[in-house]
């Protein structure tokens, strides 16, 4: 069962951004770091970044650091994740994860 909910995929051209949001209406969601997924037809789920739960912490997979900004707003339960100068390669389904729960994910398709 879906427990987080996400929103900020959607197609965009190589170089653009997007902001993708997952968030959760519980408030315990603010004392739980986040992890991003990226999942790609045919491969397997890879790490993208995380968030610890203050929120003065990140990590991000290779490819994703100095373009990736994971930040949050524990007021809003949300966490987010600003995707910049994206490549054709970070085409994928992207998902959240925090304690047991995880999101739908959200496809962001990124075009050449």
């Known amino acids: 069962q879906v427990q987080l909910v996400q929103s900020g995929g959607g197609l965009v051209q190589a170089g653009g951004s997007l902001r993708l949001s997952c968030a959760r209406s519980?408030?315990?969601?603010?004392?739980?770091?986040v992890t991003w997924y990226r999942e790609i037809p045919g491969a397997e789920r890879e790490f993208v970044a995380a968030?610890?739960?203050?929120?003065?912490?990140?990590y991000y997979e290779d490819n994703g650091r100095g373009r990736f900004i994971n930040n949050r707003d524990n007021t809003k339960n949300t966490v987010y994740l600003q995707m910049n100068s994206f490549r054709p390669e970070d085409t994928a389904v992207y998902y959240c994860?925090?304690?047991?729960?995880w999101g739908p994910g959200t496809q962001v398709t990124v075009s050449s």
């Open positions: 994860d925090a304690n047991t729960w």
């Open positions: 519980e408030t315990t969601f603010i004392v739980y770091s």
């Open positions: 968030i610890n739960w203050i929120g003065d912490k990140s």
